[in-house]
């Protein structure tokens, strides 16, 4: 599944490598880590984009290949940080319903609440 497919779609994207840190904003909101063609890898919420971003830079297991690709691109969505699980439902659930599964690096669903 690509990120053109989900809705709402996230509004901003750069590109998931240690010079574009910088660019991402230290507010809330839910982002996704893409391939290069866009394929969805991992989906995923924090009150600041900033330190998530490169929290996943420092994990091996978002860097490195998957079976279906790299993390090249890191696409977020700035949101209220109250509804942000709301968000990552929505996102994981479109996801898991066109695939049958949670994208390959997410270990377990979105909580309910």
């Not at 779609?9 to 904003?25: G, T």
């Not at 929505?90 to 949670?102: D, K």
């Amino acid at each position: 599944m690509t990120i053109s497919e989900l809705t709402p779609q996230p509004s901003e994207k750069v590109a998931f490598k240690l010079s574009s840190f910088k660019i991402v904003p230290k507010l809330s909101g839910c982002y996704i880590l893409t391939t290069f063609n866009n394929e969805i890898l991992y989906i995923g919420l924090t009150d600041c984009l900033y330190s998530r971003f490169q929290q996943h830079l420092d994990n091996p297991e978002k860097t490195n290949p998957t079976k279906i690709g790299k993390a090249v691109w890191f696409y977020y969505l700035l949101y209220d940080v109250n509804n942000l699980p709301k968000l990552e439902r929505t996102w994981i659930n479109q996801y898991v319903s066109n695939n049958g599964e949670l994208p390959v690096l997410n270990k377990i669903n979105s909580p309910v609440g």
